[in-house]
């Protein structure tokens, strides 16, 4: 939900905008956990793990290349996923800027 500010002049034009995923408890949770577990895995290998990597391995070079295609995989998933929300707010954001749609 995008919203303004609850100080907003009552003579100024305002709109307020909710996007809902049509999903049941379980998905959502499914779906807030693949997220999550993708933020991590992130975080752990910039903050961590490259740090740390032998890049002159070529069994270390291929188990992070396995490890991130598996990434890439689920990432995709989740995009796919998110793709009528994300490009729903592109087009509202067009709309916002004055962006004509065609």
Same mark, same amino acid.
């Given at each position: 939900?995008?919203?303004?500010?609850?100080?907003?002049?009552?003579? *100024?034009?305002?709109?307020? &905008?909710?996007? =809902? @995923?049509?999903?049941?408890?379980?998905?959502?949770? +499914?779906? #807030?956990? /693949?997220?999550?577990?993708?933020?991590? *895995?992130?975080?752990?290998? &910039?903050?961590? =793990? @490259?740090?740390?990597?032998?890049?002159?391995?070529? +069994?270390? #070079?291929? /188990?992070?290349?396995?490890?991130?295609?598996?990434?890439?995989?689920? &990432?995709?998933? =989740? @995009?796919?996923?998110?793709?009528?929300?994300?490009?729903?707010?592109?087009?509202?954001?067009?709309?916002?800027?004055?962006?004509?749609?065609?």
């Amino acid at each position: 939900t995008v919203r303004k500010p609850d100080t907003h002049d009552l003579f *100024e034009p305002w709109v307020t &905008i909710s996007i =809902e @995923l049509p999903l049941n408890p379980t998905q959502l949770a +499914e779906h #807030c956990m /693949q997220l999550e577990k993708l933020a991590k *895995e992130r975080n752990a290998l &910039i903050h961590h =793990e @490259l740090s740390e990597f032998n890049f002159e391995s070529d +069994e270390d #070079c291929k /188990q992070i290349i396995m490890h991130l295609e598996n990434q890439n995989t689920t &990432i995709l998933n =989740e @995009l796919n996923f998110l793709k009528p929300a994300i490009e729903s707010l592109i087009e509202l954001n067009k709309i916002d800027h004055g962006t004509e749609i065609h």
